[in-house]
């Protein structure tokens, strides 16, 4: 299955540390979605708004056993769900997509999170916590 990312999933390096594995992918857009800071995290969610779209990266054949490590990381907080992304101007793609779920939305902070500050100012620490956070999967996973 594809997934489609929009957060810090976008990086390949954090996908590469959450799945264990490496994917082809290519960056994509979502329409039908807005992407938000989380309240008190330095990661968004993604909710339905017709009007909006958001850009991300898709990623292709992600395994059964990967999506497991990624419900893991994603959390109670999201609900994967079927989207269609775009690639370029014409190509269509079915992927998942983790979508801050209904009873959840009180957590999205109406700040637009900006990609290029969470690469500059996060990234070391945030893949440190995702190392940690599958170390985490895989010691309950035994």
């Not at 999933?9 to 979605?33: C, I, K, Q, S, Y």
Request: proline letters at 4%; one cysteine or more; charged letters at 30%.
């Amino acid at each position: 299955m594809n997934v489609f990312a929009y957060g810090s999933l976008v990086v390949p390096d954090v996908m590469r540390v959450v799945t264990g594995n490496e994917h082809a992918h290519e960056r994509a857009t979502l329409e039908g979605f807005a992407r938000f800071l989380l309240v008190d995290r330095v990661y968004p969610g993604i909710v339905p708004c017709v009007d909006e779209a958001t850009e991300g990266r898709v990623y292709f054949d992600v395994e059964p056993h990967e999506l497991e490590r990624l419900d893991w990381f994603e959390a109670h907080e999201y609900e994967r769900e079927v989207v269609q992304v775009r690639v370029g101007k014409e190509a269509r793609h079915e992927a998942l997509a983790y979508v801050i779920a209904t009873e959840h939305r009180s957590i999205v902070s109406g700040e637009r999170w900006d990609e290029a500050r969470f690469v500059a100012e996060v990234l070391p620490e945030f893949l440190e916590y995702a190392r940690l956070d599958m170390q985490a999967f895989e010691d309950q996973s035994r």
